[in-house]
T-cell receptor, first 114, second 111 residues
Framework: AQSVSQHNHHVILSEAASLELGCNYSYGGTVNLFWYVQYPGQHLQLLLK??????LVKGIKGFEAEFIKSKFSFNLRKPSVQWSDTAEYFCAVNQPYNTDKLIFGTGTRLQVFP | DGGITQSPKYLFRKEGQNVTLSCEQNLNHDAMYWYRQDPGQGLRLIYYSQIVNDFQKGDIAEGYSVSREKKESFPLTVTSAQKNPTAFYLC??????????FGPGTRLTVL
């Protein structure tokens, strides 16, 4: 069965530090990839997505992710985090011909201290 | 104001009671979804519907039921058969084949 792994469960950083959150998936075929963010008390929001094309995807608020097919990975990065980036981050994957089955990772809780 | 609304925000239920969670969208999306979020487990799919009057079970459908009588609405009933119903429930919608967008959620607590 398809699965998504987020190995960092809880990350603590100081402001201005660089961020990289890992995401690996198990399916070997064509996939769509997503990062969602859940700020405290807010909706789950789409941060960025990859369907095809340039494997380096830029999203909102200065986030980017790189799809590396050979490593089955879609890691999320930000060069300099802010206190307002404190949130829970979820990686998700589905297949282009079965988009209803969106599989989520277990999430990474990011805390940024001033 | 377009989007997905869920009500109530907080819901308390006594054991043995059925409760219904509301989800409405005015985005003209075809597909709607219900997920359950538990700490440390991410989101798991309960039910989804691609068109009116049709829906499919997700990965954890036992103890839940849904209906899709209107395109805009996809209510979820948590029945007394659900053994561990305390959780955060998220509704989502999408145009078929596209990105899913989420509502604000309902936190259900069983007393």
């Amino acid at each position: 069965a398809q699965s998504v792994s987020q190995h960092n469960h809880h990350v603590i950083l100081s402001e201005a530090a660089s961020l990289e959150l890992g995401c690996n998936y198990s399916y070997g075929g064509t996939v769509n990839l997503f990062w969602y963010v859940q700020y405290p008390g807010q909706h789950l929001q789409l941060l960025l997505k990859y369907f095809s094309g340039d494997p380096l995807v830029k999203g909102i608020k200065g986030f980017e992710a790189e799809f590396i097919k050979s490593k089955f990975s879609f890691n999320l990065r930000k060069p300099s985090v802010q206190w307002s980036d404190t949130a829970e981050y979820f990686c998700a994957v589905n297949q282009p011909y079965n988009t209803d089955k969106l599989i989520f990772g277990t999430g990474t809780r990011l805390q940024v201290f001033p | 104001d377009g989007g997905i609304t869920q009500s109530p925000k907080y819901l308390f239920r006594k054991e043995g009671q059925n409760v219904t969670l509301s989800c409405e969208q005015n985005l003209n999306h075809d597909a709607m979804y219900w997920y359950r979020q538990d700490p440390g487990q991410g989101l798991r799919l309960i039910y989804y519907s691609q068109i009116v009057n049709d829906f499919q079970k997700g990965d954890i459908a036992e103890g839940y039921s849904v209906s899709r009588e209107k395109k805009e609405s996809f209510p979820l009933t948590v029945t007394s058969a659900q053994k561990n119903p305390t959780a955060f429930y998220l509704c989502a919608s999408s145009m078929s084949g596209d990105t899913q967008y989420f509502g604000p959620g309902t936190r259900l607590t069983v007393l």
